[in-house]
């Protein structure tokens, strides 16, 4: 430590370059600090460091990372509580730009697996974003110093020093993790698809804000889909068990539809402990399925769906930059099951009414000849059936779906009641379909090596993130607003290096682009986030299947440039 404060006292007052000079290790009383980057300017992207916290100085207990479950939510526990004290010691603003800020890139309600913070054998590496601090672009060395010789210490001492704490919270981040898991593996022996405890809080603060609402009403299982389990830690709970086949979600507007729909897309993910879901679980293959206007789709089969297009357009290989509500909400349905997605979730405020259902009347009046689509409704049973694909879906204002459910049940002010019963004696019987069905797509589609290409020539490799949620590819901008399940920054940003990595590495998989995205990821699972770029960074974090095929297959033709 003694020589890095030389080192800043010398490069105090002298131009933003000279803090170039740091690098290597820095050894402090019982850790060690590596500096991995170092930004150019007090604008840019800020500096990276490691800090290495050997085993006898953090006293952690293997116990609490005797398991991959284990180790991640020991991972994420440990860089929320480096980042409370980031908050707790760090003054933060120390000049121009981002100067004097520290950062760990951790955050929201899941618990994802992470390369904020490593357990490793010997100790605990945990990445941080280090804004060094200027005046303009003259380095202020002094303030550096204090960040780092007097906030760091702090930090650390505080965020990964547990040799003399409780580690009751540590304990519980870990087994309430443990037991989320144990709840989702139980799932499919129970012949279910989803498990909301009793007693969840299931709404947000706000539409922005994804922690548990204030005064939440508590949830509570209609008594006929009550089940009692016994979790490993917490010992037995009870809740709404949702058995395979298909559900539906009715009731009055604003009676909490969107919001139980929207707990099980997030489901397929861990939370911590006070988020209100940390007992609702969902199939790990639940996928969101929603319309998505102005997507571009490439050579998806729709024709389960959608056939004799104006035109006579192909739709056994169907490709388009500017899908319409229909066919893009039935290529988002292809897709998933192309990754082997077991569960849809649907939610009729954000799906396309002629995709979802087509009532008698309409039938009457428009001849099956003059409608390219089948509706969802009447394959939905087919594809349980015939595919084992179960589905929830949330239906307000159409009763079409009643005749095709296995239960329904009716949220009424905001508790949910099973209904099953009377919807059974009003439903009439199931729609047969006007059209003959086509067969569901068996081929695998190829990969496309060239449209997996992250260089922008002639500043090579570019994957960039923007607000979460446009990915910067290459030459391209892949749009994942409305991939719902993807939850943070830095899985956009890990699907990009995943998608380089896949063009990389197994270009020429056999099995085509779904099979080499799977065992891209399945890599980046058992070897590590840090196999992905070829310089070390804090803040990647592992997507589903689900999400990073979707990327792939909203990779625009057309360049982001040559768009108007
Ligand atoms: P719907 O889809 O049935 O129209 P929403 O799910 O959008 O209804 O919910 C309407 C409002 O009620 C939202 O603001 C939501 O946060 C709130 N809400 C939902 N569930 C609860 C609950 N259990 N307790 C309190 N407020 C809730
Ligand atoms: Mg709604």
């Known amino acids: 430590m003694q020589r890095l404060q030389q080192q800043l006292d010398k490069i105090d007052g002298r131009g933003y370059k000279a803090y170039k000079q740091l690098s290597g290790d820095y050894f402090y ?36 990372w005797s398991s991959p479950c284990r180790q991640t939510a020991l991972e994420d526990f440990l860089g929320r509580a480096v980042a409370a004290a980031i908050d707790q010691h760090v003054q933060g603003h120390r000049g121009t730009g981002h100067s004097g800020q520290i950062r760990i890139a951790i955050s929201g309600q899941q618990i994802l697996r992470r390369n904020a913070v490593l357990i490793h054998q010997d100790g605990i590496e945990a990445r941080l974003l280090i804004a060094l601090p200027a005046d303009g672009r003259r380095a202020l060395g002094q303030e550096a110093a204090t960040m780092f010789c007097v906030e760091l210490p702090k930090v650390v001492d505080a965020g990964l020093c547990y040799r003399e704490r409780s580690l009751e919270n540590t304990w519980q981040h870990v087994e309430q993790a443990e037991d989320q898991d144990y709840l989702r593996d139980w799932l499919d022996q129970a012949g279910a698809i989803a498990f909301v405890a009793n007693g969840s809080i299931l709404p947000r603060f706000s539409g922005i804000n994804d922690r548990p609402l204030e005064n939440g009403i508590p949830f509570l299982s209609p008594a006929s889909l009550i ?24 009731g009055g507007g604003f009676h909490g539809k969107s919001t139980l729909l929207q707990a099980l897309e997030r489901g397929v993910y861990n939370h911590l402990p006070g988020d209100g879901r940390e007992l609702v679980v969902t199939t790990p293959g639940a996928v969101k399925i929603r319309a998505e206007d102005h997507r571009s789709i490439h050579r998806v089969n729709i024709s389960p769906f959608i056939n004799n297009l104006p035109g006579g357009r192909d739709t056994t290989c169907f490709s388009t930059e500017n899908a319409s509500g229909s066919t893009s909400q039935a290529a ?186 799977r065992q891209s990821l399945s890599d980046a699972e058992t070897r590590g986030l840090d196999i992905l770029p070829p310089w070390k960074v804090g803040h990647l974090a592992l997507p589903r299947l689900y999400e990073l095929a979707a990327a792939a297959n909203r990779i625009r033709t057309t360049d982001r440039t040559t768009r108007p």
């Open 29 to 64: 009383d019982n850790f060690r600090i590596h500096v991995d980057h170092i930004q150019g300017d007090p604008f840019a992207q800020p500096s990276r460091i490691s800090i290495y916290v050997p085993r006898a100085t953090h006293g952690l207990p293997a116990e609490l």
């Open 227 to 250: 089940r009692e389990i016994e979790l490993p830690n917490r010992g037995t709970i009870s809740g709404m068990l949702i058995p395979r086949g298909i559900t539906l979600i009715v």
């Open 332 to 517: 988002n349905i292809i897709e998933a099951l192309e990754c082997g997605c077991d569960c849809l979730l649907i939610d009729e405020d954000t799906s396309a009414t002629n995709f979802m259902i087509r009532d008698q009347r309409m039938q009457q009046l428009v001849s099956p000849d003059k409608e390219p689509i089948t509706p969802l409704l009447h394959r939905i049973r087919e594809l349980y059936r015939d595919r084992g694909v179960s589905a929830v879906i949330v239906t307000g204002g159409s009763g079409e779906y009643l005749s095709v459910a296995d239960r329904v049940i009716q949220l009424d002010n905001y508790q949910p009641q099973d209904v099953s019963e009377q919807a059974r004696n009003i439903a009439g019987d199931p729609p047969v379909s006007e059209h003959p069905l086509s067969p569901w797509p068996q081929a695998d589609r190829p990969l496309e090596a060239k449209r997996l290409d992250a260089n922008r020539p002639p500043k090579g490799i570019r994957i960039d993130v923007r607000e979460k949620v446009l990915l910067d590819f290459g030459r391209k901008r892949i749009n994942l607003s409305q991939v719902e399940q993807l939850v943070d920054c830095g899985q956009s940003e890990a699907i990009g290096w995943l998608l380089h990595y896949c063009r990389e590495r197994y270009a020429d998989h056999p099995g085509g682009l779904i099979k080499a995205l």
